[in-house]
């Protein structure tokens, strides 16, 4: 099994920046889809972006695209969201989550997907 953690949310104003970081274990990192979902109350999960580490698979939800950046670093087995630009529509709870083992990113393209391991949340808040 993958246990996730996962830290970095906070308030900030709109435009600026934020970075998530999702740190794993007890698994080989390497084969596992980790990303990252979001959630505000009353509305679906939806997925926000995803790292296949082996295969350099990227997945971006269009909305932010051009603003946030996914990146790992397998030997630390940490998957980081650098959020910049923020929205106020940005703000929910951010949720790193993991498929696999062998997974693929295109669960995170699925809003209400339901990954296989799954961190707790991390509340993201912008101001306008």
């Known amino acids: 099994d993958v246990q996730l953690q996962a830290s970095g949310g906070g308030l900030v104003q709109a435009g600026g920046s934020l970075r998530l970081a999702c740190v794993a274990s007890g698994a080989t990192f390497d084969d596992y889809a980790i990303g990252w979902f979001r959630q505000v109350p009353g509305k679906e999960r939806e997925g926000v972006s995803c790292?296949?580490?082996?295969?350099?698979?990227?997945y971006y939800r269009d909305s932010v695209k051009g603003r946030f950046t996914i990146s790992s670093d397998n030997a630390k087995k940490t998957v980081w969201l650098q959020m910049n630009n923020l929205k106020p529509e940005d703000s929910a709870v951010y949720y790193c989550?993991?498929?696999?083992?062998?997974?693929?990113?295109?669960?995170?393209?699925?809003?209400?997907?339901?990954?296989?391991?799954w961190g707790r949340g991390t509340l993201v808040t912008v101001s306008s």
């Open positions: 989550a993991a498929d696999g083992p062998y997974g693929a990113c295109f669960g995170f393209a699925r809003d209400g997907y339901k990954a296989d391991y």
């Open positions: 790292i296949r580490s082996t295969t350099r698979k990227l």
